[in-house]
């Protein structure tokens, strides 16, 4: 059985048992090093990878959805996990930061760079900045006397 298959039957579970006063999944990792360490083996499988012959190809690129599959949590299993502590909010928004930098990054290697602003957008809070008062500036004659 897959560890996902038996999160899912450990939440359906859960799910049906709706008279119990703590019907929330128990934590899946019960100290800060090993949750930090499957982060790390996460991002390790997401690092170029070298053939026999030299040639290196780029590994699968990392996002919050894959990491959060590869720690066998949902998404927001993943940032509830800020909430256990100062060290635990740390690793998690760390973990973030490392997907958001890889996505800021891929915008400089072109390709479809409007799904890309969508991601830093909708999921790291991005937002485009205008210039209003740029604007107005422009509306207005810089010089009357002439």
Known sequence: MRPWSAYIC??????????KANA?????FKSISKFIDAIEEYFQTCEPIRDEDGKVSP?????????????????????N???RGVD???????????VESYTEQHLFRGGYTP????????????SE?????RAIDALVDPDPDV
């Open 81 to 83: 996990q800020a909430g």
């Open 10 to 19: 450990q939440r359906a579970k859960q799910k049906r048992n709706k008279n």
């Open 129 to 133: 900045q205008s210039e209003p008062e």
């Open 24 to 28: 929330t999944a128990p934590f899946r």
């Open 115 to 126: 799904g890309i602003v969508m991601i830093l957008k909708n999921r790291f809070g991005w």
């Open 88 to 98: 635990w909010a740390e690793a998690v928004e760390w973990a973030r930061l490392r």
């Open 59 to 79: 590994g699968p690129h990392p996002t919050i959805s894959a990491l959060c599959l590869h720690l066998t949590l949902t998404r927001q299993g993943f940032l």
